[in-house]
């Protein structure tokens, strides 16, 4: 059975969508059918992955304001396993044509459960802030996943979005779980990663947190820029092997 996660956090440069392009690149590439859903006007995801925003002509605004299916907006990666329902800044004018839809929280969950079983992971980057976008997402996944950065103010926000997931999950989404955080941009030089570690630790039960630590690794910071995930641009680094090791949880957790 397939499963969707979203990824999310509402304070933003947190590592979610670096998050999001390199946990699916390291599922796919452990053999798991992947779709990246880019629900972040942003587009990071999508770029992050080598496409053109300019140039896209179904994306998740055609999807969610009813001009396309799910399946016309799935575009192919060059990389096996791995497809993406790409994104461009048309998507920020979604949520004031949404207005009028009876409903409109619900609609990406309807469009994605046509396509779902044809991939083992769903993985929705979500926009750094609570909207309808945020709130379609969390209403059509399983489970979140919240990556946090490892420097002062970790906490900040967080129970903000533990507060988000439990009102979904209450009103539009019964089965919506939180699966757990993600501590990002660890730097083991420094006294305050491995203090905002354990003060996350001491706030948050241990099965919420995942084992893997992202370390701050400049191979990952430099791979978006070339359209790469991690593992096509340097399969090598730590930070590849690092979400290797999140994909192996993610699966195991599954």
Do not use: H
Request: hydrophobic share 40%.
């Amino acid at each position: 059975m397939s499963k969707i996660i979203g990824v999310s956090n509402q304070k933003g440069g947190v590592g979610k969508t670096t998050t999001v392009i390199n946990l699916a690149a390291c599922l796919a590439e452990a053999g798991k059918k992947v779709l990246i859903v880019d629900i972040d006007p942003q587009g990071n995801a999508t770029t992050g992955l080598g496409l053109d925003k300019n140039k896209l002509e179904m994306t998740t605004y055609t999807l969610l304001i009813g001009d396309a299916q799910a399946k016309d907006c799935v575009a192919k990666t060059e990389y096996e396993n791995l497809d993406i329902i790409p994104t461009n800044v048309d998507l920020s004018g979604a949520e004031i044509e949404l207005i009028d839809v009876e409903k409109p929280q619900y609609i990406l969950k309807k469009k994605l459960e046509k396509i779902r079983d044809s991939y083992d992971y769903v993985v929705i980057d979500c926009p750094p802030s609570l909207s309808m976008l945020t709130v379609n997402a969390m209403t059509a996944a399983d489970s979140i996943i919240v990556p946090i950065q490892c420097e002062f103010l970790a906490l900040e926000g967080l129970k903000q979005i533990l507060d988000n997931i439990n009102r979904v999950k209450k009103r539009m989404n019964p089965y919506l779980e939180f699966d757990g955080i993600v501590f990002t941009m660890y730097d083991g030089r420094t006294n305050l990663s491995p203090m905002v570690v354990e003060d996350v630790k001491a706030n948050v039960p241990a099965n919420k947190i995942y084992s893997t630590i992202i370390p701050r690794n400049v191979r990952l910071s430099e791979a978006p820029s070339f359209g790469q995930p991690i593992t096509a641009y340097d399969g090598r680094c730590a930070g590849a092997e690092a979400y290797r090791n999140l994909a192996r949880e993610v699966i195991a957790r599954s």
